[in-house]
């Protein structure tokens, strides 16, 4: 390892970090395109580990140059001329505690609610209808995506038409929710979906969706209690059009946390809290 890109590509997810970033092809590039790869998107990883790791490094070495979108060559030129690197011990690049708030803003208007959807589909005679009913109902609403806010355990079942066909008789609610989720998947319709409770059971459902059918864009909002469940399904899709969600509310416990695993420049921020119906202070 005598090189910055390599250097980088050894830590935690550093592919998958780049990755979400936008970055194709990491595992043929080399050390130098995984480097540039690096600068180019240094931008959107304010207080991440790979960030501070870059940055710790060039201070332990003396490089006075600046990481930014244009400075791979400049730093890697520095580094050239050098026989060795003195590799900076892992304290050095520990999490800062600090953040910045996320650029990109989402707002609860631009996605109907799944709850509303279902309650203008719920009567259809058939999974042809049922799917008819939802589609055509987000499509008048000039909506951005569909809102999905169910509690973990929901996600332990799974949607099939023998299970779709009973719950339309008996308006089981559960297992029309998950079918619903895979029509809007299909039709490639994005979700903001709300993770709750530990987010373990919806991750693994979507991870299982996405095999199936496929996933469109997804937007995770994740709490206190999901944040790593959410990141580990983000880099498990690998889609740089995906994002997390975070509230004001959760930030300061979150977010330094947050943004030292996950490029918070690839986040959004909502500019409404939302809270069940159920416990309206959740």
């Not at 308006?171 to 895979?182: E, F, V």
Request: overall charge negative; glycine content about 4%; aromatic content about 8%.
């Amino acid at each position: 390892m005598n090189n910055p890109g390599a250097f980088l590509r050894k830590m935690p997810d550093a592919e998958r970090v780049l990755r979400v970033c936008g970055c194709q092809g990491l595992d043929k590039a080399s050390d130098y395109e995984f480097f540039s790869a690096f600068c180019k998107t240094s931008d959107k990883l304010c207080h991440h580990r790979l960030l501070l790791a870059a940055k710790a490094l060039l201070s332990q070495n003396g490089c006075r140059e600046k990481i930014t979108p244009d400075s791979a060559e400049m730093i890697w030129r520095y580094f050239a001329d050098r026989f060795f690197l003195d590799v900076p011990a892992e304290s050095a690049y520990a999490t800062d505690g600090d953040y910045d708030l996320p650029a990109a803003k989402l707002s609860l208007e631009e996605f109907f609610s799944l709850e509303e959807l279902l309650e203008r589909a719920i009567d259809a005679d058939g999974l042809l209808a049922f799917e008819k009913n939802l589609l055509a109902a987000f499509s008048v609403s000039e909506k951005r995506g569909v809102l999905v806010d169910l509690p973990d355990e929901v996600y332990q079942k799974q949607p099939n038409p023998h299970a779709t066909m009973i719950a339309l008789q008996t308006k089981d609610r559960t297992a029309l929710s998950l079918q619903a989720l895979r029509i809007f998947s299909q039709a490639h319709v994005p979700l903001l979906i709300v993770l709750r409770e530990s987010g373990k059971a919806a991750s693994a459902f979507l991870a299982r969706l996405d095999l199936l059918v496929g996933l469109p864009q997804l937007f995770l909002l994740l709490s206190p209690s999901t944040w790593e469940k959410g990141i580990d399904l983000l880099f498990a899709l690998g889609k740089s059009e995906n994002a997390p969600v975070l509230q004001e509310k959760d930030l300061a416990l979150v977010a330094p946390l947050f943004s030292y695993r996950y490029p918070i420049g690839k986040s959004c921020l909502l500019l409404q809290e939302l809270c069940r119906k159920s416990c309206k202070n959740d």
